[in-house]
Nanobody
Framework: QVQLVESGGGLVQAGGSLRLSCVVS????????MGWYRQAPGNQRELVAG???????NYADSVKGRFTISRDNGKNTVYLQMNILKPEDTAVYYC????????WGQGTQVTVSS
């Protein structure tokens, strides 16, 4: 059974930075395209960044130029570096596979104060 463990969230002022990590166990991590998703209160969960098995990233327009997704296949870990954070980035952040999803982890809360 695949387990996803996200960490690195917290409270930060607008303009600040955070780095999220997600460790994946129970699957062959390296062959999967991975993504970071977020869900704000009252909103649907949305994909904000993805990275292919070969390391090619793509981003939602709302985070392009501010967030950077990366992966370390040796550590079964995907990262999300978040810079120039805005209050509208406040959400619970989750990682998961792109397309066919695994069961969700607990997520990590990111709160950006104005």
């Amino acid at each position: 059974q695949v387990q996803l463990v996200e960490s690195g969230g917290g409270l930060v002022q607008a303009g600040g930075s955070l780095r999220l990590s997600c460790v994946v166990s129970g699957s062959i991590f390296s062959i999967n395209s991975m993504g970071w998703y977020r869900q704000a209160p009252g909103n649907q969960r949305e994909l904000v960044a993805g990275i292919s098995s070969g390391g090619r990233p793509n981003y939602a327009d709302s985070v392009k130029g501010r967030f950077t997704i990366s992966r370390d296949n040796g550590k079964n870990t995907v990262y999300l570096q978040m810079n120039i954070l805005k209050p509208e980035d406040t959400a619970v952040y989750y990682c998961n596979r792109i397309a066919t999803l695994w069961s969700w982890g607990q997520g990590t809360q990111v709160t950006v104060s104005s």
